[in-house]
């Protein structure tokens, strides 16, 4: 018989990886869901399939599944602006199709409902709070909105559900389009072909990063001791300036190389300083970060330095 299992959808991402680990250290069944063949140890099953469709769901038996923490969906904020109507019927639709899976099933096990600590207003009282003002700037933030929606609808069903909006994520194994692999990526790329030019958008910009390593601790730490109908931010409480995250890059890198601003690297709206507060995850579960920021970027620049 299998034991009460997490069903992690979304497993074969940057964070599904690190939350499996996360789970299987802590003596948890796991079960995945994806897109592809993934090679991920110690899941004790996956299943490859489009949560879109609803046919597809049922495929999974949720009988022994305790926790399901929902990672997929459709995550990039800069696309959503061309395909609005992709973003909301994909994170709204594979979001209602687990829930009503379960209830076809008569199983009601815990939600945690990954969002996003970007719905917060940024020109407001820092640090932000889980009490602070959110809003909607993108299609992104809008279907991130819509997903806490559904979750309170599903809790008047039954179902206990709790939101996680974590902040800016950084650590081993993301994939570019965020500013540490990014950063790592060029740098590495300049090495190896001798190149001295080093392009970068806004670099005075500061952002709040917190460790995937973390971020997965607090996931696991919700689904054990968080409070049912809440919201939780999973963040470090200091932010950090792109100059800042470059320059230890560099170091570890022991180059430097000639810095040129690239006007497609900016945003139309940047602001100069965002950070959040962890003080009720930490009150309800003791959870804090344990990664600094100097480690998570020795090991990024590992990640790095063995790919390119």
Not at 53 to 63: A, H, L, Q
Not at 133 to 144: G, L, T
Request: hydrophobic residues 35%; contains cysteine; glycine residues 8%.
């Amino acid at each position: 018989m299998i034991m009460k299992s997490v069903l992690v959808t979304g497993v074969s991402g940057f964070v599904g990886r690190h939350l499996v680990n996360e789970l299987v250290d802590n003596k948890y069944a796991v079960l995945g869901v994806g897109r592809g063949s993934v090679d991920i140890k110690g899941l004790n099953e996956y299943f490859d399939l489009d949560l879109v469709d609803p046919k597809n769901i049922n495929k999974i038996d949720f009988s022994n599944v305790c926790s399901v923490v929902h990672l997929a969906g459709l995550a990039a904020v800069g696309p959503s602006f061309n395909n609005p109507v992709l973003y909301l019927n994909t994170n709204l639709d594979i979001e209602s199709n687990i829930f009503e899976a379960c209830i076809k099933q008569d199983v009601r096990p815990l939600f945690l409902i990954i969002s996003s600590g970007s719905l917060y207003k940024p020109d407001q009282k820092l640090p932000l709070s889980e009490k602070s003002k959110i809003e909607a700037p993108s299609p992104y933030a809008v279907s991130k909105i819509g997903q806490e929606e559904l979750a309170k609808y599903y809790r008047k069903r039954g179902f206990k559900c709790i939101i996680a909006r974590p902040f800016n994520h950084i650590g081993p194994g993301q994939g570019l389009g965020f500013i540490a692999p990014d950063f790592a990526h060029q740098i590495y790329n300049n090495i190896k072909n001798n190149r001295k030019d080093f392009l970068v958008g806004n670099l005075n910009a500061k952002r709040d990063y917190t460790d995937v390593r973390d971020i997965v601790r607090g996931y696991r730490l919700l689904i054990e001791k968080g409070e049912d109908g809440e919201t939780y931010n999973l963040c470090s409480s200091k932010s950090y300036s792109g100059h800042s995250i470059l320059n230890k890059m560099l170091a570890l890198a022991n180059v430097d190389f000639k810095i040129i601003k690239d006007p497609t690297k900016y945003r139309s709206v940047d602001y100069e300083d965002i950070y959040g507060s962890f003080k009720k995850i930490h009150e309800t579960t003791g959870w804090k970060p344990n990664f600094d920021l100097d480690t998570s970027i020795k090991d990024i620049m590992g990640y790095w330095s063995d790919l390119v």
